[in-house]
T-cell receptor, first 114, second 114 residues
Framework: DTAVSQTPKYLVTQMGNDKSIKCEQN?????MYWYKQDSKKFLKIMFS???????INETVPNRFSPKSPDKAHLNLHINSLELGDSAVYFC?????????????FGPGTRLTVT | AQSVSQHNHHVILSEAASLELGCNYS??????LFWYVQYPGQHLQLLLK??????LVKGIKGFEAEFIKSKFSFNLRKPSVQWSDTAEYFC????????????FGQGTELSVKP
């Protein structure tokens, strides 16, 4: 019954590798987001998709490429991983973007780059 | 640039003490306001939200917050904390017509001593 799910929960990899994180929501929401939480627990928006269309791209390096195959899924692919990419990545969803909606967060994916 | 500031980085209280966590934002237009809680090792959960109407909003687990527009503030309160309230608390702002992204404060770690 998980509303927003992410896989994997933990990801340990070496610098230079390419990895993907997957997110799925079963809430029927139209909008999905990726946030990055750094080591100081600061959360920052990375991307947002509304109905498979990219609507927010917040000055994220182009090594990060989101993909939304349908409105229930938003995946994050990261090329050439760097040490600074180590963080917890949270997926979220909401019924819409700009309206009075709250966002529902997934459990997070802890990425460690060595 | 819009920003959210949480006044306290780490708050330590004894059980039954009263709690107030400060949150200020810098934006003069229409906003939606949120408080999220992150228990150790878990995802973010919504405590309460303000969209419009009564500026005093009540959330889950006995939390409430007051929106004071003139002070650009949305402080979180609880009259009597419990050990189980130990967590990280995040204030967040959604600015109207910016695609629905949440701008988070830096978080306040609350430790409640039994």
């Amino acid at each position: 019954d998980t509303a927003v799910s992410q896989t994997p929960k933990y990801l340990v990899t070496q610098m230079g590798n390419d990895k993907s994180i997957k997110c799925e929501q079963n809430l029927g929401h139209d909008t999905m987001y990726w946030y990055k939480q750094d080591s100081k627990k600061f959360l920052k928006i990375m991307f947002s998709y509304n109905n498979k269309e990219l609507i927010i791209n917040e000055t994220v390096p182009n090594r990060f490429s989101p993909k939304s195959p349908d409105k229930a899924h938003l995946n994050l692919h990261i090329n050439s991983l760097e040490l600074g990419d180590s963080a917890v990545y949270f997926c979220a969803s909401s019924p819409g973007g700009a309206g009075t909606y709250e966002q529902y967060f997934g459990p997070g994916t802890r990425l460690t780059v060595t | 640039a819009q920003s959210v500031s949480q006044h306290n980085h780490h708050v330590i209280l004894s059980e039954a003490a009263s709690l107030e966590l400060g949150c200020n934002y810098s934006y003069g237009g229409t906003v939606n306001l949120f408080w999220y809680v992150q228990y150790p090792g878990q995802h973010l959960q919504l405590l309460l939200k303000y969209f419009s109407g009564d500026p005093l909003v009540k959330g889950i687990k006995g939390f409430e917050a007051e929106f004071i527009k003139s002070k650009f503030s949305f402080n979180l309160r609880k009259p009597s904390v419990q050990w189980s309230d130990t967590a990280e608390y995040f204030c967040a702002v959604k600015i109207y017509n910016q695609g629905g992204k949440l701008i988070f404060g830096q978080g306040t770690e609350l430790s409640v001593k039994p």
